[in-house]
């Protein structure tokens, strides 16, 4: 029977960490994923044998390991998962409750045979089938739920509600799994108390169908989500071209305008060439051009949406006297999207300009350098900095130290860069604060 149950939970351990490797998103390359998952096998398996065979009647040996066994899957599982969030906490959760179903089989299919073999056979296929049916029919929509991290925050001051619940959402498999252990692991198991196993399979049976309200309800959240975060961008789109064609109008008018007054500045040259007032006539052509200049649409990049961001910017930047130097090169059509870019270049020109606008007139600098073609991405912005600034252990980017209300921002340029596959980084050193994000295009060939 401790052979029985050393196999049994060995064979559960396998099946929760393929769930593990296959339903997230990794950070290191697959050896090194597949790696870290093995390593964490071997810890849980070789704990196994504290409560199974060397302690066997300790309740708190029982309790220990499998505390210690939890928190090794749960930060494996967070480890190697690129996006540490709490929908990959919740998916950690999860493995653990969808290998009870087969945990629990072996146990009930030699509670009625008394068959090691054919017990072990029928927890292996029923582990391996509930695998294959959630690779099959969830793990695209999985995966593309916990890329989607539709947290855009431009233009936004708090998260919609339906972005805020996975916290709760975590405690679904929680409660599960304690019942579970409860009634079929602790303090009684199934083999001394086997009037439990209709109950746990009842339970099974309500896990499941819990699992597909939960997914359906995610599903249909991650639309609404997304739906809300496109919205208040394609409202911020627009109230940028309402400004530019507002400036587009003051430049048309100030045109017709120059056009009325050339005949008179043309009268006031011929009349002063006659007179031999040359320096007057260069005052005159000066201001001519000065107003021209003023009549001028900035064009900043080739790319429309970017130039328009790019003169709200520079707009916002010279009502607070703030010096701001752009560089920016930017394709007319760019391998990324449009509006998730401009709402990153956004993001962090504001909380540029947040940081300096309060600062003496000659520290009042942004330097950003922005470029985007068919080959690579690269934005880069710095400024002085008289404050602290508090990284996130996760994130690697500035905290928001204006109240819990704020904050999206940096989580928006968090998840752009991951679906982008790109790099981000910053420091603040002497004084001066950075912050770059680059990522590499695959090159297209014909």
Same mark, same amino acid.
């Given at each position: 029977?401790?052979?029985?149950?050393? *196999?049994?939970?060995?064979?559960?351990?396998?099946?929760?960490?393929?769930?593990?490797?296959?339903?997230?998103?990794?950070?290191?390359?697959?050896?090194?994923?597949?790696?870290?998952?093995?390593?964490?096998?071997?810890?849980?398996?070789?704990?196994?044998?504290?409560?199974?065979?060397?302690?066997?009647?300790?309740?708190?040996?029982?309790? *220990?390991?499998?505390?210690?066994?939890?928190?090794?899957?749960?930060?494996?599982?967070?480890?190697?998962?690129?996006?540490?969030?709490?929908?990959? %906490?919740?998916?950690? &959760?999860?493995?653990?409750?969808?290998?009870?179903?087969?945990?629990?089989?072996?146990?009930?299919?030699?509670?009625?045979?008394?068959?090691?073999?054919?017990? =072990?056979?029928?927890?292996?296929?029923?582990?391996?089938?509930?695998?294959?049916? %959630?690779?099959?029919?969830?793990?695209?929509?999985?995966?593309?739920?916990?890329?989607?991290?539709?947290?855009?925050?431009?233009?936004?001051?708090?998260?919609? $509600?339906?972005?805020?619940?996975?916290?709760? =959402?975590?405690?679904?498999?929680?409660?599960?799994?304690?019942?579970?252990?409860?009634?079929?692991?602790?303090?009684?198991? &199934?083999?001394?108390?086997?009037?439990?196993?209709?109950? *746990?399979?009842?339970?099974?049976?309500?896990?499941?169908?819990?699992?597909?309200?939960? !997914?359906?309800?995610?599903?249909?959240?991650?639309?609404?989500?997304?739906?809300?975060?496109?919205?208040? !961008?394609?409202?911020?789109?627009?109230?940028?071209?309402?400004?530019?064609?507002?400036?587009?109008?003051?430049?048309?008018?100030?045109?017709?305008? !120059?056009? $009325?007054?050339?005949?008179?500045?043309?009268?006031?040259?011929?009349?002063?060439?006659?007179?031999?007032?040359?320096?007057?006539?260069?005052?005159?052509?000066? $201001?001519?051009?000065?107003?021209?200049?003023?009549?001028?649409?900035?064009?900043?990049?080739?790319?429309?949406?970017?130039?328009?961001?790019?003169?709200?910017?520079?707009?916002?930047?010279?009502?607070?006297?703030?010096?701001?130097?752009?560089?920016?090169?930017?394709?007319?059509?760019?391998?990324?999207?449009?509006?998730?870019?401009?709402?990153?270049?956004?993001?962090?020109?504001?909380?540029? =300009?947040?940081?300096?606008?309060?600062?003496?007139?000659?520290?009042?600098?942004?330097?950003?350098?922005?470029?985007?073609?068919?080959?690579? =991405?690269?934005?880069?912005?710095?400024?002085?900095?008289?404050?602290?600034?508090?990284?996130?252990?996760?994130?690697?980017?500035?905290?928001?130290?204006?109240?819990?209300?704020?904050? %999206?921002?940096?989580?928006?340029?968090?998840?752009?860069?991951?679906?982008?596959?790109?790099?981000?980084?910053?420091?603040?050193?002497?004084?001066?604060?950075?912050?770059?994000?680059?990522?590499?295009?695959?090159?297209?060939?014909?």
């Amino acid at each position: 029977m401790e052979d029985f149950k050393n *196999i049994s939970y060995m064979m559960s351990h396998v099946f929760l960490f393929l769930f593990i490797y296959l339903f997230n998103i990794h950070r290191y390359s697959r050896l090194v994923t597949a790696g870290i998952c093995f390593f964490s096998f071997l810890i849980i398996t070789i704990a196994d044998s504290l409560k199974l065979n060397f302690f066997p009647d300790s309740n708190l040996c029982y309790v *220990i390991v499998t505390i210690f066994q939890i928190i090794v899957t749960q930060s494996s599982n967070i480890f190697i998962s690129e996006n540490r969030t709490s929908k990959v %906490l919740f998916m950690g &959760l999860s493995s653990s409750n969808y290998v009870i179903a087969g945990a629990i089989s072996a146990t009930t299919l030699y509670y009625y045979t008394k068959d090691t073999l054919l017990s =072990l056979a029928g927890s292996f296929l029923i582990h391996f089938v509930i695998l294959l049916i %959630l690779y099959i029919k969830i793990r695209k929509i999985w995966l593309t739920q916990v890329t989607n991290s539709a947290s855009y925050g431009y233009g936004a001051k708090t998260k919609p $509600h339906f972005t805020q619940n996975w916290w709760e =959402l975590c405690l679904i498999p929680v409660f599960f799994y304690c019942t579970f252990t409860f009634i079929a692991y602790f303090p009684y198991t &199934l083999d001394e108390n086997p009037k439990n196993i209709p109950g *746990i399979l009842f339970l099974i049976i309500t896990m499941f169908v819990s699992y597909i309200v939960v !997914l359906r309800y995610v599903e249909s959240e991650g639309k609404k989500s997304d739906i809300y975060w496109k919205n208040i !961008l394609f409202e911020s789109h627009i109230k940028n071209l309402e400004d530019q064609y507002e400036l587009i109008k003051q430049s048309e008018k100030n045109l017709k305008i !120059l056009r $009325h007054d050339m005949r008179h500045y043309c009268g006031m040259i011929d009349a002063l060439l006659k007179q031999g007032e040359y320096e007057e006539i260069h005052n005159i052509t000066a $201001h001519i051009h000065c107003v021209t200049d003023a009549s001028r649409v900035q064009k900043y990049c080739s790319n429309m949406l970017v130039n328009t961001i790019l003169s709200k910017i520079m707009k916002k930047a010279a009502s607070l006297s703030i010096d701001m130097h752009l560089d920016a090169r930017v394709s007319k059509k760019i391998p990324v999207n449009d509006y998730e870019f401009t709402a990153v270049i956004a993001n962090l020109a504001e909380n540029a =300009l947040f940081n300096v606008k309060d600062y003496e007139k000659e520290q009042r600098i942004v330097d950003i350098k922005i470029q985007c073609d068919e080959q690579h =991405l690269l934005i880069h912005l710095q400024n002085p900095c008289k404050k602290p600034v508090i990284i996130d252990a996760v994130t690697g980017l500035p905290k928001s130290q204006r109240g819990p209300k704020h904050g %999206l921002g940096m989580q928006s340029i968090s998840a752009f860069s991951n679906n982008i596959k790109g790099t981000i980084g910053c420091r603040c050193e002497e004084g001066i604060f950075s912050i770059t994000m680059f990522a590499k295009f695959p090159s297209v060939k014909n």
